[in-house]
């Protein structure tokens, strides 16, 4: 009978089959803009994202950061076009605040970071910081619509690398107070 593995043995498996490939399923994607985005931004600004979380920074003034990502290039779609790149920005019903549900229409974060991994050839991988492009918004510039397009964001500003990441961020965080 084999030994019981240990809670660490389970986590680098898990990490090892979700991250262990250059192309990450988009259902974890979201999770390795953040943790680029992270290392961006703190210490500054604090992850605090999660399950049903309604924004995934947060910084010493209050300001609240959600970081929405795309990629070009797709971990189910290998051999074939690049795709549509495009993040949701549905306004939301409400929100949750920690474990309490706010019925407040509208969007909870003061400002965006939108990922965009725009590497469709076969060196594409989406763990590395230097292949992503970011863009940084007030949340108050974006459409009413449920949808932004790649080219609708690119009309609203212009990308930032990995190293400007956090400069971007600030300047635009300045009057976006809560």
Not at 118 to 123: D, G, I, K, R, S
Not at 127 to 145: E, G, I, K
Request: hydrophobic share 45%; glycine share 6%.
């Amino acid at each position: 009978m084999p030994e019981i593995p240990s809670i660490a043995d389970v986590q680098r498996k898990a990490s090892a089959s979700a991250f262990g490939q250059p192309l990450v399923t988009n259902v974890l994607r979201g999770l390795v803009a953040e943790a680029i985005v992270a290392l961006a931004l703190e210490p500054e600004w604090t992850w605090c994202g999660g399950d049903y979380a309604s924004w995934d920074f947060v910084n010493q003034n209050g300001l609240r950061l959600e970081v929405k990502q795309s990629a070009a290039r797709q971990s189910w779609a290998v051999g074939k076009a690049t795709t549509a790149c495009s993040f949701d920005i549905a306004i939301r019903t409400g929100r949750y605040e920690e474990t309490t549900w706010v019925p407040e229409a509208g969007r909870a974060a003061h400002l965006y970071v939108f990922a965009h991994h725009p590497v469709a050839e076969e060196t594409a991988d989406h763990r590395d910081p230097a292949q992503w492009d970011f863009y940084v918004v007030a949340t108050d510039r974006l459409p009413a619509t449920k949808r932004l397009t790649l080219k609708r964001l690119q009309s609203l500003t212009e990308p930032v690398t990995f190293e400007k990441l956090a400069e971007a961020v600030c300047r635009v965080a300045a009057p976006a107070g809560p």
